[in-house]
């Protein structure tokens, strides 16, 4: 018979198939002690373990690529962590195996990472999994990882690490569905970067039989588990009248009375790039610097290196719009040049452009690089600062771009209420506001974007997140400058909708979603997307603002 199920959507599309199952976690491994004169073999075969499952997370990412590439490569750094494996050694040398040594230590760093603020502790499930594969390599049993099948499947799992998802075939996973992860965790982001039809925070999806067959809407958040061939039918028809909607929609971004509203890519470097500009973005909306930095967590890059990631992706958008960010590091992307070593919260702590005026030197040279690297190039350059909270950090940012002879406009993201609360105050520092909905949403509800447990609060629908979009959008208006979204809440083109009828002058998402969100806009006329913005503020819950929206939009 057929049942409903709900999670959260976060890679657009329907895959209908039969279960399948992500491979056990590796067991833990027994306590046994060892003589002394084993030890230093004992800690040989973890090191030659660790170096293994680091070299194996950087070829993924090499064969992966974009994002997925950047990711990977953070996973291998956490496994070749120094003080992690010093405490490795330390308990081998009191008895441990090197499999029991490395079982611990990870054990012990989860627990810091599990209290150490909502960041860090969203990085748990990436350190379980290098934990996983470094145990399964010195106890010889195969990695957890995809089964393996030579037929179509919807794969399901408690979580997704990086290096599984990044390396998803599409043409045998037809879609995933997750017990836990939100609608900005590392699984989503790489779900939306393949293309593959994704729900997270679906509890129980693990009690799904295997072979049970189940259509996953991408889209709603819904698993219809046996379906009947009605719903089947039903769903196939959705999915073709939005292919047909794709195929039809080309050009800038616009509602059907030709309001425009510029489609703009996320990307994290110079390997974005191409996927961008195959979708028809019309620039980029946020270009992630950071990636760029983690590459070697001890020192910067240097300005000559900076100079040529940065015009390598200036020079793929002439005429177009690229808005940098400038680095955002600190809490799940700590730098140990300049991270601070302690923190009790890292995520409320000093983090995004906090720590980049406590290093004024790193700063000055990101800056000095992009105006560099625009030299002589046709594109609309403007460079924006993470985790402004008031009008003080505007104006120190502002001057920095300034004293850096920086020909660009000069922005602030909104993250954190206070910025949205006192836009029109920023606005006399900067020439622009970009929501980054997805912080703004973990800071606004005090929910971390990692746990699925609170998910519901990191729905981008939620109306007090809606009202806060407003009052940028709104101030931005008053002051005749823009305020765009780089947020994951701008790839669902429903609430694209209704974003631009907030007010929200650009939209920037992932690259896959940007065809989706053309096709939603240019359905509607900017009247009825302010209807619907009107019309989802005037409820309580995330649910009836999405039903209030889709009803005014579907003319009900």
Same mark, same amino acid.
């Given at each position: 018979m057929e049942t409903t199920l709900r999670g959260v959507g976060v890679s657009h599309g329907v895959a209908i198939g039969e279960v399948r199952h992500m491979g056990t976690a590796v067991l833990e491994p027994p306590a046994k002690q060892i003589p002394a004169e084993e030890a230093e073999r004992e800690q040989g075969r973890a090191r030659l373990a660790v170096e293994a499952v680091a070299a194996d997370l950087i070829a993924r990412g090499n064969l992966a690529g974009g994002e997925a590439q950047h990711v990977l490569e953070a996973q291998a750094m956490m496994a070749q962590d120094p003080e992690l494996m010093a405490d490795v050694d330390r308990r081998i040398a009191v008895g441990s195996t090197a499999e029991r040594g490395v079982y611990d230590a990870f054990a012990a760093y989860r627990a810091l990472l599990a209290n150490a603020g909502e960041y860090l502790a969203g990085r748990v499930a990436d350190l379980d999994d290098v934990r996983n594969r470094i145990v399964a390599r010195l106890l010889g049993v195969p990695m957890p990882g995809v089964?393996?099948?030579d037929e179509p499947y919807v794969l399901i799992a408690r979580d997704l690490a990086p290096a599984d998802t990044a390396l998803l075939d599409p043409t045998l996973v037809l879609g995933f569905v997750t017990e836990e992860g939100g609608p900005t965790?590392?699984?989503?982001?790489?779900?939306?970067?393949?293309?593959?039809? %994704?729900?997270? !925070?679906?509890? +129980?999806? /693990?009690?799904?039989?295997? *072979?049970?067959? =189940?259509?996953?809407?991408?889209s709603t958040g819904e698993i219809f588990v046996e379906p009947t061939a009605e719903k089947r039918a039903e769903l196939e028809a959705a999915a073709a009248?939005?292919?047909? %909607?794709?195929? !039809?929609?080309? +050009?800038? /971004?616009?509602?059907?009375? *030709?309001?425009? =509203?510029?489609?703009?890519?996320?990307?994290?470097?110079?390997?974005?790039?191409?996927?961008?500009?195959e979708a028809g973005a019309e620039g980029v909306g946020l270009f992630r610097t950071e990636f760029l930095f983690l590459d070697d967590s001890k020192q910067a890059p240097s300005e000559e290196k900076q100079v040529e990631a940065y015009r390598t992706v200036l020079e793929a958008f002439p005429e177009g719009r690229v808005?940098?960010?400038?680095?955002?590091a600190g809490a799940d992307k700590p730098l140990e040049f300049l991270t601070p070593a302690e923190e009790p919260n890292p995520a409320l702590g000093v983090r995004g452009l906090r720590s980049l005026l406590e290093h004024p030197d790193v700063l000055r040279t990101q800056l000095t690089a992009l105006a560099k690297a625009a030299e002589g190039l046709p594109v609309y350059l403007e460079v924006m600062a993470p985790m402004v909270a008031d009008r003080t950090d505007a104006k120190a940012f502002a001057d920095a771009c300034r004293a850096a002879g920086l020909q660009a406009k000069f922005g602030a993201m909104v993250e954190i209420p206070s910025a949205a609360l006192r836009a029109r105050s920023?606005?006399?520092?900067?020439?622009?506001?970009?929501?980054?909905?997805?912080?703004?949403?973990?800071?606004?509800?005090?929910?971390?974007?990692?746990?699925?447990?609170?998910?519901?609060?990191?729905?981008?629908?939620?109306?007090?997140?809606?009202?806060?979009?407003?009052?940028?959008?709104?101030?931005?208006?008053?002051?005749?400058?823009?305020?765009?979204?780089?947020?994951?809440?701008?790839?669902?083109p429903l609430l694209a909708c209704v974003l631009t009828g907030l007010g929200v002058t650009s939209l920037s998402m992932g690259a896959k979603a940007i065809p989706y969100v053309r096709a939603a806009l240019a359905k509607h006329t900017l009247a009825q997307c302010e209807r619907a913005a009107a019309a989802a503020r005037a409820t309580d819950t995330a649910d009836e603002a999405r039903a209030a929206a889709q009803a005014v939009l579907s003319g009900e």
């Open positions: 089964p393996d099948s965790s590392h699984s989503a982001i790489l779900a939306r970067a393949l293309g593959v039809p %994704a729900v997270v !925070a679906l509890p +129980g999806a /693990g009690e799904l039989a295997e *072979g049970t067959v =189940v259509a996953v809407d991408g009248e939005r292919r047909a %909607a794709l195929s !039809a929609s080309t +050009g800038p /971004g616009a509602t059907s009375d *030709g309001h425009k =509203v510029p489609l703009l890519a996320n990307i994290g470097g110079p390997a974005d790039v191409p996927a961008a500009v808005v940098v960010r400038v680095l955002d920023i606005l006399q520092e900067v020439e622009f506001l970009s929501l980054g909905t997805n912080d703004l949403a973990q800071y606004t509800f005090a929910a971390d974007r990692q746990v699925g447990a609170v998910s519901r609060l990191q729905d981008p629908w939620q109306p007090a997140l809606l009202d806060l979009v407003a009052a940028s959008a709104d101030a931005a208006k008053a002051e005749g400058k823009s305020c765009g979204v780089c947020g994951e809440a701008a790839a669902d």
